[in-house]
């Protein structure tokens, strides 16, 4: 649908985030929506985190609001703040996405993991059998890292700022797939053959590599989850050293129709 047929029956939907400024996933789902003749529209809304909880709780209220989708830094807060949460998305302690009730109550769900591994899946590239080091273990990325283990990649490592949390992530991840190869590491790309940033670095300039490039070998499958800019420095500096590209916008276009479907169709919570 375009503006002009916006109209007072539309379902509203609310993408929150900050900052804001980098959001392309309205441009995408508003795009789905029109293509489906969906009456439905997706707006972007800048809240600070201490701004969070009165934001969301004032939502409850909108009859009009079909529910939210959200992103960095607000996926841990909202999955906290949802009346009830889907087994994967309970597991993880995030949502990206939260469907509103008639009665006010939010019920979360995660489709990170999901997204980003079918849009692999949609540019004919698969993860199976690979060793897969992922930077982060924030929202985004708890998804990912899960969505990676449950898509069959031989090892998963993770490696994050704060070494604990990786270690904690890693824990709970072999609790949930006991046979598997889960570790938390550095960010050292030597011996990997799928890379995945899965922090916001990236996004700012100035922002320093998520991992070293040279420690990036030749055909290693790079990705990932920031979306503005298009290509990020670390995407250009894989290309450079040969490496496969994958785009941070493929994460979110892998998932936009289960986000559709979850917000404005009839699946049960």
């Not at 916008?249 to 129709?257: A, K, L, P, R, V």
Request: charged share 20%; aromatic share 4%.
């Amino acid at each position: 649908m375009t503006v002009d047929m916006i109209s007072g029956r539309s379902r509203v939907i609310v993408h929150i985030a900050y900052p804001s400024h980098h959001l392309r996933t309205p441009q995408f789902f508003n795009a789905y929506c029109r293509d489906q003749m969906l009456d439905a529209v997706l707006v972007p809304w800048q809240v600070a985190p201490e701004n969070l909880r009165a934001a969301f709780e004032s939502l409850r209220r909108v009859e009009s609001l079909a529910g939210v989708i959200v992103t960095i830094p607000h996926k841990a807060s909202v999955a906290a703040l949802c009346d009830s949460l889907s087994p994967t998305a309970d597991f993880l302690k995030v949502a990206n996405v939260a469907r509103r009730g008639a009665d006010g109550r939010f019920h979360g769900e995660m489709f990170d993991g999901t997204g980003f591994v079918q849009g692999l899946k949609n540019r004919g590239l698969s993860v199976i059998g690979r060793r897969a080091l992922l930077i982060g273990a924030g929202g985004a990325a708890t998804g990912i890292a899960e969505a990676l283990v449950r898509a069959e990649v031989a090892e998963l490592a993770i490696a994050n700022r704060s070494v604990d949390k990786a270690m904690e992530l890693a824990s709970r991840l072999r609790l949930l797939f006991p046979d598997r190869s889960i570790r938390a590491t550095q960010a050292d790309a030597r011996g990997f053959d799928l890379v995945v940033n899965g922090t916001s670095l990236g996004m700012n300039d100035g922002d320093p590599l998520p991992v070293p490039a040279s420690t990036l070998a030749p055909g290693t499958l790079v990705c990932e989850v920031v979306m503005q800019p298009d290509t990020t420095p670390l995407l250009e500096a894989a290309a450079a050293r040969d490496c496969v590209v994958h785009k941070g916008n493929h994460m979110i276009t892998g998932q936009i129709e289960l986000l559709a479907k979850f917000l404005l169709g009839t699946e049960g919570a």
